[in-house]
């Protein structure tokens, strides 16, 4: 979440030093580049731009780690190559103070350090037992976060990589009071921090909740938010909206307050009549979201103030990843084809 702030940052003054102004409305999607990826890479689980667009991340599902260009797709440099039963990388975020440091997530458990600039990737963190499905950075980089299968949110000092403090999750198959049980009770798919808090972060998973956390508290969790039923990189926050995209058939796609946790809007997902069943969802500029999943095997654009397709991105299996830089104005879709599509809100 600290990506966003940098973004629009660095959007800005470019905007600026150029003498352009973003437009304050989009109007549709346009389809940049189809881009092939090796019959191997087992398609595609997670992405990332960097901070001023200029780089895109690419998590494969045979633990490939590739550095595109997001406009032409070009392959710039294999952080990490790809390997015959490998498992998959599950999610990638950027350092928020030092761009060229790329942060991977994988199924078995592991953490990689990868850096842009050299091309060099190399493990920094094991978590055993544990299959890694989301982390993320606070909002200076001084710490980040990790979750996922073992329920475990472990909290980790970026510099020394220490383990500060680990909040377990609720085991029914031991005794517990209810401070044990205060903590994540199935698998977690998404960790966002707050985009102007450094201590506060939320986590979204299979147990049909979002938890509000604060890194500074023995305990961790503060409050909930019943309803998301999350399976991906589906957890946003912008301003006081939380947006949640949901493994689901009906009201997959929604707005939360962050204050009082209420349910603000139902966004209706475009030609979706058997169901949306979301895996990743983001927020983009102009009152623009980002969603996609299995259900259409599409990614859509929606203006969220009244509810309109802006387009869509589709593909042939689901859609399992999206990400987003300067606001939308370049975005990219993948999923479980070796295909990945880069596009554009104008």
């Known amino acids: 979440m600290a990506r966003r702030q940098l973004e629009q940052a660095l959007a800005a003054g470019q905007s600026i030093s150029e ?12 389809l940049l580049k189809e881009v092939s990826l090796d019959s191997y890479s087992g398609g595609t689980y997670c992405l990332q731009y960097n901070y001023n667009g200029q780089y895109l991340a690419v998590g494969t599902g045979n633990g490939g780690i590739l550095l595109l260009s997001p406009k032409t797709g070009k392959l710039l440099k294999e952080l990490r190559k790809s390997r015959h039963g490998g498992l998959p990388v ?3 975020r950027y350092h928020p103070k030092d761009p060229s440091i790329l942060l991977a997530g994988t199924a078995d458990g592991i953490v990689y350090a990868c850096n842009i600039e050299d091309g060099t990737c190399k493990e920094i963190i094991s978590e055993k037992g544990n299959e890694i499905n989301c982390l993320d950075f606070c909002l200076d980089g001084f710490n980040f976060c990790t ?3 073992d329920l475990s949110v472990r909290y980790y000092d970026t510099k020394t990589l220490e383990l500060i403090r ?5 085991n029914n198959a031991k005794p517990s009071n209810e401070m044990s049980c205060m903590g994540c009770s199935q698998r977690v798919f998404a960790l966002k921090y707050h985009p102007e808090y450094n201590n506060i972060f939320i986590t979204g998973g299979w147990e049909n909740h979002l938890k509000i956390w604060d890194s500074r508290s023995v305990d961790g969790v503060k409050r909930t938010i019943w309803g998301p039923h999350i399976c991906g990189d589906s957890l946003d926050m912008k301003g006081l909206k939380i947006l949640t995209g949901s493994w689901t058939s009906n009201h ?4 939360w307050n962050y204050t009082d946790g209420k349910l603000e809007k139902n966004i209706e997902y475009p030609d979706a009549p058997d169901g949306a069943f979301l895996y990743c969802a983001q927020f983009c500029d102009n009152d623009v979201v980002l969603a996609g999943g299995s259900g259409t095997n599409s990614a859509q654009a929606i203006n969220i103030t ?27 879709v993948g999923g479980a084809e070796n295909t990945l599509k880069l596009a554009a809100l104008t």
Request: with cysteine.
């Open 90 to 92: 599950m999610t990638l």
């Open 147 to 149: 979750a996922g299968k």
């Open 252 to 255: 997959a796609l929604q707005i």
């Open 306 to 332: 009244n509810g309109t397709s802006l387009g869509s991105i589709k593909m042939e299996k689901p859609v399992q990843a999206l990400d987003s830089a300067l606001g939308g104005r370049l975005f990219a």
């Open 166 to 170: 680990t909040y377990d999750g609720c």
């Open 19 to 30: 003498g352009n102004e973003y437009p304050s409305t989009f109007s549709k999607v346009e």
